[in-house]
């Protein structure tokens, strides 16, 4: 079982953004932005691009809404998406508000957010979603 799989189980504790009956969204422990968010399929497959086209679409279609949601709870220019998937071997999508092209910076030092901010912004997404 994959780190992201125990995490949608509810055996790991997560900041949930949105969810529904085959996705779920939660914000990253180490944002690279305030918003910084993670899309998942519920379905444990390693890689983004090794899904299958039709739950890939529907996965972005799910993005979308998520990215809606971030934008009207935290304004900035626009919401970058990105994959990467280096660290975690379960699906997911980056998403990241962006003010300039340096919050899709990867390897800048990541936020150290409290507790009680990451369960503020993570209740603001999920209430605009
Ligand atoms: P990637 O696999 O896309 O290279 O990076 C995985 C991302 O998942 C990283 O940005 C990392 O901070 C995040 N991440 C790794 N483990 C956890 C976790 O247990 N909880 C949350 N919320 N995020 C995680």
């Known amino acids: ?5 125990r995490i949608i189980a509810g055996e790991i504790p997560s900041y949930k953004c949105a969810e529904d009956d085959r996705f779920y969204a939660f914000l990253d422990i180490n944002p690279v932005a305030k918003g910084h968010t993670l899309v998942v399929p519920k379905q444990e497959v390693d890689y983004l691009f090794d899904l299958d086209d039709e739950t890939l679409a529907a996965m972005t279609v799910f993005a979308k809404r998520v990215a809606k949601a971030i934008q009207q709870a935290f304004p900035c220019r626009k919401v970058g998406m990105a994959v990467l998937g280096l660290e975690v071997n379960h699906a997911h999508i980056h998403l990241i ?12 030092e990541k936020l150290q957010l409290p507790a009680e ?3 503020a912004i993570a ?3 999920l209430a605009n979603f």
Do not use: H, N, V
């Not at 079982?1 to 799989?5: A, E, G, P, W, Y």
């Open 1 to 5: 079982m994959t780190i992201f799989s």
């Open 97 to 108: 508000p962006l003010q300039s092209e340096g919050d899709m910076d990867f390897r800048k």
């Open 123 to 125: 209740a603001k997404i």
């Open 117 to 119: 901010e990451m369960q």
